[in-house]
């Protein structure tokens, strides 16, 4: 059996004596034997508290760990139209009553990336006028998940126009560098919305293709399309809604799901227009690259906690029981006292 104690045991020891002390010398001093059966029920309460603070358990018990020998790079859109809001999910991040944002749709995907490869290296390249590596490979999915909160696209004055294309060549380089790694497989996700709004053609990732073993590319918004608010320095989308010049009216983000078809068409990989009624479909990473460990993982513990936590509550409702019947006498002889003076 082995103990993980909720304090340090040099605090927690002398808690427990000194409990038990006072304890057992009521019982001892008890003069009769009601008195004793109930700080009998008090000793072994106070006994299995020190247990429960002690949380025993059985060591090396049976447990099974997955890991996958898997780098998953994100290529994520930071543009503005990322905050269109058009992202249908109820339970989205967005204020009650309002439409989510693409943005909040992002983030409970790229949990779900996180969740479907465990173990796994990730790297973040944002791109809005330009692509920049905002996290290395790293095993820190929370660092991952940091990133992603704090991240804002530039401020709304400052925008020129971005390329979806822009992140080629950065995502080129990650994955160039990832495979000199041996055993890895290199699994590839861009997420946008398609919306090119810089002037020319966007660059190919066919660059990126030959390193790619897998990933997907996931879309965001509507053809009916969303609203934007403004970002303004310092404070991210705090303004009023981004105007279309040409009417007055707020200005709509639409998804573009032909430019998001080409670019996984040169990725080597499948396309999916995200919903927020809908799961992700990612694909699972290739076999040789994914570890189950044994049964017997060493460090594995089962908690017998829960079994001393039943112990205690059947010994607390004894003492409230008690209490309780203590309580009632109380009350009865106090009514039966005033009876007998307003009868004088």
Known sequence: MSFLPVLHPLLLVPLTLTGLGVAVWALITARTGSTRLIWVVRVLLVAACALLAFRPGIPDGTSKSVATNVDVII????????????????????????????????????????EAYPGARFALIAFDNSAQVRLPLTTDTSALMSSLEVMAPPPTDNSSGSSIGVAADALAGTLENAASADGRARLVFYLGDGEQTASGEPQSFDASAPYVDGGGVLGYGTTEGGRMKRVEAGIGAAGGYIEDPSTGEPALSTVDEAALEGIAGELGVGFQLRTGDTQAALPEAPAETTTVAGDETPGAREELSWIVALVVAALLAVEIGVAT????RTLRATRSQTARKEAR
């Open 75 to 114: 290529a994520l859109d930071n543009t503005t139209s990322m905050l269109a809001e058009d992202w249908t999910d109820p339970e989205a991040d967005g204020v009650d009553g309002e439409q989510g944002r693409r943005i909040d749709g992002v983030r409970a995907d790229v949990r779900a990336l996180i």
């Open 325 to 328: 019947a203590r309580v009632g």
